[in-house]
């Protein structure tokens, strides 16, 4: 994408038609400089039922000032992360664009929703050395939003916002801390468009977020979990689309997290729909995992020839498992960008928002926490147990390898279920959850290890390097031998402290 992206750093603030901006001049090491009266035009799109907004993405054609041109604004963490493209005649926004808000608009059209005139006075600040750090705005704006009846609704207000160029955020802290003292009160909208839209985007009754408690429903546990599951998968949609470092395993982290909590607490949901979206997690999670496999087996393989001595001329080697591996890796992207554009996958989002809205509980889904969501983790702690009592018996290293990964999923299952509850089990559930990710750590170890021999096995056969490289592949090969056998030495003391009696006493209520 040739779009610019920078992370958006920024406070509003309300204020009266004739309250006057205070001298910003006073902030240790910033001068102050007026830039005069810009006026700024800016439709924004969404769809009708206004996917867009209500997820804390903004889409935007603006006219005027220094930044004219299309803006898509898109959640990141506390902040927002903001790309933008020069201003077109199109009225419509650019593929590019379209593309990175599907995991809102899925496949719907997108529509203007307000029209935004805002007359405003920019005061830039800068440091010592001439520098822009940031940004003090002065807005009068004049809000227009068509109604789904034909009227047209106009708003008008003041705000002042403070938005980071370059400087660090305690400076964002001290200008607005000038600002307050000034009669300037923070927003109550996070944005100038949600404000424009003001009661269209009142959220419905049964999404309104209730805190859960030790002593509460346990549906509510389960839904707070469930919540920050979903948005955790949409927000990483356009970063997979980028293709930006780890997006992709991190998405397909939270869609098995997501499969897994269905699976652990499946008592509390209705059987029907907790089987069919685990079905569907389960695609998804497919897909991802043959770009995310891949880019593993790449990025540990060519490190593992590159740390060779030099006398053993590995790069050879280092170079043909790089390119296999990354055409590997290039059609498992493709896969996933095709996976993200399908009806299948926004059919998905359609049922894990259904779920997020009104979740099918059963009847113990109102009973209190304490009494019935511990014995789920301890299920999961049995499954554990069983797992590698069946490892131990393996009649073969094949078959112990196997086992081993049947106990990691096992482990992975637990620290799950003990991670939904840390939130209302405290420490206690953390520590389990803790132990049981070192579990899943060095069981990860010791598959990665396995796969990695079978795939240099495969690698060495399809060679057709010179006989050198042979035994270059030989080398890696006991390499990865040795780092199996590692983990396998590391494996009793992790399964002890996840076994160990003390860990579970919390789970007996």
């Known amino acids: 994408m040739a779009a610019s992206s920078i992370v958006e750093r920024e406070a509003k603030f309300e204020v009266s038609a004739t309250q006057a901006l205070p001298s910003l001049t006073g902030i240790a090491g910033v001068a102050e400089l007026a830039a005069g009266v810009v006026d700024l035009s800016a439709v924004y799109f969404d769809t009708s039922d206004l996917a867009l907004v209500r997820a804390g993405v903004t889409l935007r054609r603006r006219v005027?000032?220094?930044?004219e041109g299309w803006h898509l604004k898109l959640p990141?963490?506390?902040?927002?992360?903001?790309?933008?493209?020069?201003?077109?005649?199109?009225?419509?926004?650019?593929?590019?664009?379209?593309?990175?808000?599907?995991?809102?608009?899925?496949?719907?059209?997108?529509?203007?929703?307000?029209?935004?005139?805002?007359?405003?006075?920019?005061?830039?600040?800068?440091?010592?050395?001439?520098?822009?750090?940031?940004?003090?705005?002065?807005?009068?704006?004049?809000?227009?939003?068509?109604?789904?009846?034909?009227?047209?609704?106009?708003?008008?207000?003041?705000?002042?916002?403070?938005?980071?160029?370059?400087?660090?955020?305690?400076?964002?802290?001290?200008?607005?801390?000038v600002l307050q003292e000034a009669g300037g009160k923070p927003g109550s909208s996070p944005s100038k468009l949600a404000r424009a839209l003001g009661e269209r985007l009142a959220a419905p009754q049964d999404l309104v977020e209730?805190?859960?408690?030790?002593?509460?429903?346990?549906?509510?546990?389960?839904?707070?979990?469930?919540?920050?599951?979903?948005?955790?998968?949409?927000?990483?949609?356009?970063?997979v689309r980028l293709d930006r470092p780890d997006a992709v395993h991190k998405m397909r982290v939270a869609t098995r997290r997501l499969r897994s909590t269905l699976r652990t607490f499946r008592p509390f949901l209705h059987r029907a729909t907790a089987d069919r979206l685990r079905r569907e997690?389960?695609?998804?999670?497919?897909?991802?995992?043959?770009?995310?496999?891949?880019?593993?087996?790449?990025?540990?393989?060519?490190?593992?020839?590159?740390?060779?001595?030099?006398?053993?001329?590995?790069d050879p080697v280092a170079d043909q498992i790089g390119r296999e591996l990354g055409e590997q890796c290039a059609r498992g992207h493709e896969h996933v960008l095709a996976a993200l554009e399908s009806r299948r996958y926004f059919a998905l989002l359609d049922s894990l928002d259904a779920l997020a809205a009104a979740p099918p509980w059963k009847g113990r889904a109102k009973r209190p926490a304490r009494k019935v969501l511990p014995e789920r983790a301890r299920r999961e702690l049995t499954s554990v147990r069983r797992a590698a009592t069946a490892a131990e018996k393996a009649t073969g290293p094949a078959q112990r390898d196997e086992l081993l990964h049947e106990v990691r999923k096992s482990a992975?299952?637990?620290?799950?279920?003990?991670?939904?509850?840390?939130?209302?089990?405290?420490?206690?559930?953390?520590?389990?959850?803790?132990?049981?990710?070192?579990?899943?750590?060095?069981?990860?170890?010791?598959?990665?290890s396995i796969v990695s021999q079978q795939l240099l096995r495969d690698l060495a056969a399809d060679s057709d390097l010179s006989g050198a490289a042979a035994i270059i592949y030989g080398r890696l090969h006991l390499l990865e031998q040795r780092?199996?056998?590692?983990?396998?030495?590391?494996?009793?003391?992790?399964?002890?402290?996840?076994?160990?009696?003390?860990?579970?006493?919390w789970m007996k209520g």
């Open 412 to 448: 992975k299952r637990l620290r799950y279920a003990c991670e939904t509850l840390t939130p209302v089990f405290g420490e206690p559930a953390n520590r389990l959850a803790r132990a049981a990710k070192e579990l899943q750590d060095v069981l990860g170890e010791h598959q990665d």
């Open 64 to 67: 005027g000032g220094d930044d």
């Open 281 to 314: 997690l389960k695609w998804l999670a497919g897909v991802l995992g043959e770009a995310r496999d891949a880019e593993v087996m790449r990025d540990r393989l060519t490190s593992l020839a590159r740390r060779e001595p030099d006398e053993i001329h590995a």
């Open 210 to 239: 209730r805190k859960p408690s030790i002593k509460g429903p346990a549906g509510v546990v389960l839904l707070h979990h469930l919540r920050g599951l979903i948005q955790e998968l949409v927000l990483k949609d356009p970063q």
């Open 76 to 177: 990141s963490g506390r902040d927002r992360e903001e790309f933008a493209l020069a201003l077109t005649e199109a009225a419509t926004p650019p593929e590019e664009f379209k593309t990175l808000v599907q995991a809102q608009a899925r496949g719907r059209q997108l529509d203007p929703v307000a029209t935004l005139r805002t007359e405003r006075i920019v005061h830039r600040l800068v440091d010592d050395k001439a520098q822009v750090v940031a940004e003090v705005s002065d807005d009068s704006v004049r809000a227009e939003t068509p109604q789904p009846d034909g009227s047209v609704t106009v708003v008008q207000w003041r705000e002042w916002e403070v938005e980071l160029v370059a400087g660090p955020d305690t400076l964002l802290k001290k200008v607005s801390a």
């Open 483 to 505: 780092h199996a056998d590692h983990a396998r030495h590391r494996y009793a003391a992790a399964l002890n402290k996840v076994t160990a009696k003390r860990l579970a006493r």
